[in-house]
Structure formats: C-alpha cells, structure tokens
C-alpha cells in the first residue's frame, strides 16, 4: 500500500464518522457547512452503506442543498422489522395546514422567478392562514395560535426566523425563510391534490371553532 493512500484512510474515517453522527443530528445544509456538504457529495455511497444498517436512508438533493436520515418504509415482515431510529412526530390539524400553506406558497415562488429564497413576514403567514378561518375569530387569540404554530415549524426545520439585520421586507416586522427541503416532506403528487387537503383542514378548523364556540 503506497504512503499517500495509507494518509487518507483515516481522513475519509473522520469524514464518514462525522458525516452519519451530523446527520444523525439533523439536517445538512451546503450554505451552513460547505466542507462538510462537499465530503459528503465524495462519501455518500458510504454514508448509505453505513447507515443502511440503522434501517434509515439518506435523501440527498444536490440542487436544492440539502440532506438528511429518514427511517426505511416499512415491511410487512415482521420479523424482519427493526426498531425506529427516527420517530415519527405526528403533527396537528393547524400545523399540516400551514406548511400545506407554505407549500403551495413555495411552489408559486419558484414558479413566477428566478430567485431562489423565499422570505414571508410574520403578519403574510398570519394572512395565510386567517383566510381559512371565521370570521368571528378573535383577533389576539388568532395571532397568538398561529405564533405558536410558526414557533412549532421553525422547530421542525421548515421555517427559519432572520435576524433583524436582514432588510427584506424590513417594514413587516420579523422575517422568516421557507427552507426548500420542504419540498421533499410534500411531494409534488400531495400538491396536486393540495384542494382536497385544504377543504379537509378549513372543515376541521371550522368543526374545532364550533367546539370552542360551545364550550365557551
């Protein structure tokens, strides 16, 4: 074995083990770790190969930037099933709503330019949403349910809130992104059938209003 190829074995150990404990993390982003992005464009036949084993793959989008583990579908063997890796989280009605929203908002963005950020300020996802709502809803009470289902999709990875420093759309108050890997949780099939799963959620943000309404 030649000296140069014995020097980078343990470069490309690092890298992998690095890699899969990064992923295993969260989200990998080009724009947050370039390096990292560019070893893992290198590896990722290994980054497969090890993780495989976990019962996760790795989806992998070179165009928009981004990667991350998701747990393998599921068999119908059962005793071949192996425990989840990654949990799923199931979501409420008001928070599939708005990324279904943000979605469809994400969809006409690319569609109508060039540019590749989506930026929307707090009170255009309020707007989003309210027209889903009644009419009679209370305003502050609104506002403050939505805050909180924004809050909740920043955590999730969906949303990023800017820095006040960022002057896009500045006068709207506070900022927020639409990652794109979004993208890859609501595939293009889902947002062709968006009409359906938006009439689903008015009725069942109409049904838990009236609920409300009666108990009050």
Do not use: C
């Amino acid at each position: 074995m030649s000296e140069s190829s014995t020097e980078t074995l343990p470069d490309q150990g690092n890298e992998l083990s690095t890699l899969v404990i990064t992923l295993l993390k969260g989200v990998l982003y080009l724009e947050n770790d370039p390096a990292l992005w560019n070893a893992l464009i290198q590896l990722q036949a290994r980054v497969r190969d090890h993780i495989a084993v976990l019962g996760l793959e790795l989806v992998l989008d070179e165009a928009e930037g981004y990667a991350f583990l998701r747990a393998k579908p599921d068999t119908d063997d059962e005793t071949n099933k192996l425990p989840r890796l990654v949990a799923r989280r199931p979501l409420s009605f008001p928070v599939s709503l708005l990324l279904a929203l943000l979605r469809k908002k994400l969809a006409e963005f690319d569609a109508g330019g060039d540019a590749t950020r989506l930026i929307l300020s707090r009170e255009e996802i309020v707007e989003l949403v309210r027209v889903f709502l009644p009419e009679s809803s209370n305003e502050a009470k609104l506002i403050d349910q939505i805050e909180t289902h924004i809050n909740k999709i920043v955590e999730l990875g969906f949303l990023r809130r800017l820095k006040p420093n960022v002057t896009v759309n500045a006068e709207k108050g506070t900022n927020f992104e639409v990652r794109r890997i979004l993208k890859a949780f609501v595939d293009a099939q889902w947002l062709a059938d968006l009409d359906g799963h938006l009439a689903s959620y008015q009725a069942q943000f109409n049904s838990e209003t009236s609920e409300e309404d009666s108990d009050a």
